[in-house]
């Protein structure tokens, strides 16, 4: 909570440890367009001189994370396509990116999870769980090959609800789950003989692949591998210093 954390006398120059406390509210607690605190506000918070405030917030505007508006103050830049890794829905990251999303639901059964996706749940080998695979395309060309597990239990009916669609939207929508934070891993394979049929690339073509586990107020809602295309889908990140 960037509310808790101060600035402190130490090596670190403390406009850089300012400005890493504006980025984690500019990531967490701020919307695009929304007011940073006051030059003054700042300064009382943080126990630092204008100069620091000024340093640190300049450096955030150089690097457009923020923009100024004379004679009204400094504001959240919205999000550069492709600037950050977000936790994003496929529908959202497409549109982002300028494609078109499409969706073909391969399957959608309950079933019982693997140990892997029941471990990264947190539900027993008793409980129930939806097994959702997807063909995700851009602009009608395939980009994605997805199998994602969500546990039954808090999400009854999910299966009749139109799983070509946004399944983030139907979490947030019909019942009330915003997924908040996700741990992913990414590596890459060559495309199995299946996949390369499904994704139309040749056999052994490189794929991206992400396997993330996302929650909800804290709570395990869905673990997902996704197979991304390489030769159509690359990321980018932003990397702060670890400070
Ligand atoms: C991306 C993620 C998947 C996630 C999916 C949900 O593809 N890599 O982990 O399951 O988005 O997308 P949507 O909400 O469009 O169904």
């Not at 850089?16 to 406390?21: P, V």
């Not at 939806?130 to 602009?139: M, Q, T």
């Amino acid at each position: 909570d960037p509310r808790e954390v101060n600035v402190v006398d130490g090596p670190v120059p403390k406009h850089r440890q300012l400005r890493q406390i504006l980025l984690a509210m500019v990531e967490g607690e701020l919307v695009p367009d929304a007011p940073i605190p006051s030059e003054r506000e700042l300064v009382t918070r943080f126990g630092v001189s204008r100069a620091t405030v000024r340093e640190a917030v300049g450096r955030l505007v150089a690097e457009g994370r923020l923009y100024r508006v004379r004679g009204k103050g400094t504001f959240v830049a919205a999000p550069k396509v492709e600037s950050q890794m977000h936790l994003a829905s496929f529908t959202e990251d497409m549109r982002r990116r300028g494609h078109k999303p499409s969706t073909v639901v391969l399957g959608a059964d309950e079933t019982v999870a693997p140990p892997p996706a029941r471990a990264a749940l947190g539900i027993d080998v008793t409980d129930r769980a939806f097994r959702v695979e997807r063909l995700r395309s851009a602009d009608g060309a395939p980009m994605a090959h997805e199998v994602s597990w969500l546990p039954a239990a808090p999400l009854p009916g999910m299966l009749e609800r139109d799983l070509t669609s946004s399944i983030y939207s139907i979490l947030a929508h019909d019942y009330g789950r915003v997924l908040d934070s996700a741990a992913q891993t990414v590596w890459a394979e060559g495309a199995d003989p299946l996949r390369a049929r499904l994704l139309r690339v040749p056999p052994a073509a490189p794929l991206l692949v992400f396997r993330k586990t996302s929650y909800a107020a804290g709570r395990p809602l869905e673990h997902v591998t996704s197979w991304y295309r390489a030769d159509r889908y690359q990321v980018h990140m932003t990397l702060d210093s670890a400070l």
